[in-house]
């Protein structure tokens, strides 16, 4: 069941989520609700330990702004097995 909230949000904000959303085809209140439900959602997962090493390399690579992940997958797997 949905149910109607009032949120007070800077007007400027407001608009740029709008045309956000609008550019996304979504509307402004699907964007929201998917977002609420991602935060609590990390709410209750676990936080798994990581090792030194991982840690200090989490974040360190940029991938270029061009760069696609399945384009790229699908290279190395039929370079692999095919």
Not at 59 to 76: C, I, R, V, W
Request: aromatic share 8%.
């Amino acid at each position: 069941m949905n149910t109607k909230l009032t949120l007070t949000i800077e007007k400027a904000l407001i608009e740029k989520a709008k045309h956000y959303a609008k550019g996304k085809g979504r509307s402004l209140s699907d964007i929201v609700e998917n977002y609420l439900k991602v935060i609590i959602k990390e709410d209750n997962t676990k936080v798994i330990d990581s090792t030194p090493i991982a840690s200090s390399l989490r974040g360190s690579f940029k991938a270029p702004q061009q760069f696609d992940y399945k384009e790229e997958l699908a290279k190395g797997l039929s370079k692999k097995y095919l």
